[in-house]
Antibody, heavy 117, light 110 residues
Framework: QVQLQESGPGLVKPSETLSLTCTVSGGSISTYYWSWIRQPPGKGLEWIGYVYYSGRTNYNPSLRSRVSLSLDTSKNQFSLKLNSVTGADTAVYYC???????????WGQGALVTVSS | QSVLTQPPSASGTPGQRVTISCSGS????????VSWYQQLPETAPKLLIYSDNQRPSGVPDRFSGSKSGTSASLAISGLQSEDEAEYHCAAWDDSLNGWVFGGGTKLTVL
């Protein structure tokens, strides 16, 4: 079955760019929507955005000015970049496959990213 | 503050039936399907209910979902200790043109 795995630095300095990659195994990235979702410590889930296999993107309005999503079909990966980070961006970041604006399944195991100098 | 409203906590004893609510508006729950996710401690969320009331393969029929107007509910019958987890609801929001989540409900099995 399809599995997702996040990778990237666990520590990012304030004002720098957070970069994460999600590797998809057991299926092709060339279908579906692919989303990023984050969860600050002790808080609820927040959708960051999705990238469609065609390359079309859609972002959470509250993060739109700082976020960029892309995908690499040759590597079966999709990526997140969030610039100008602050402590408020400290969170566990999850990648997930999205079923046409209806549900998320499966999810990656999550990657904790801490923003600190 | 989350767009969808869930109670922060719920509890029950083994064997009991527990219900968790999720309240939204006409632009999200009122016009799109609701999904529910179970998040066991220190793990990633897992799809529990999709399209308001459908269970993925492998999810016990003790879990059920329903929706009426701009509110949805998750019911767990025959509560078990392994059901102790956080539960999240989600829906697409047509006004925001994005996904919205509830704040999560932490379920304790007493």
């Amino acid at each position: 079955q399809v599995q997702l795995q996040e990778s990237g630095p666990g520590l990012v300095k304030p004002s720098e760019t957070l970069s994460l990659t999600c590797t998809v195994s057991g299926g092709s990235i060339s279908t579906y929507y692919w989303s990023w979702i984050r969860q600050p410590p002790g808080k609820g889930l927040e959708w960051i955005g999705y990238v469609y296999y065609s390359g079309r993107t859609n972002y959470n309005p509250s993060l739109r000015s700082r976020v960029s999503l892309s995908l690499d079909t040759s590597k079966n990966q999709f990526s997140l970049k969030l610039n100008s980070v602050t402590g408020a961006d400290t969170a566990v970041y999850y990648c997930a496959r999205e079923e046409a604006l209806r549900w998320f399944d499966p999810w990656g195991q999550g990657a904790l990213v801490t923003v600190s100098s | 503050q989350s767009v969808l409203t869930q109670p922060p906590s719920a509890s029950g004893t083994p064997g009991q039936r527990v219900t968790i609510s999720c309240s939204g508006s006409s632009s999200n729950i009122g016009s799109n399907t609701v999904s529910w996710y179970q998040q066991l401690p220190e793990t990633a969320p897992k799809l529990l209910i999709y399209s308001d009331n459908q269970r993925p393969s492998g999810v016990p029929d003790r879990f059920s979902g329903s929706k009426s107007g701009t509110s949805a509910s998750l019911a767990i019958s025959g509560l078990q200790s392994e059901d102790e987890a956080e539960y999240h609801c989600a829906a697409w929001d047509d006004s925001l043109n994005g996904w919205v989540f509830g704040g999560g409900t932490k379920l304790t099995v007493l």
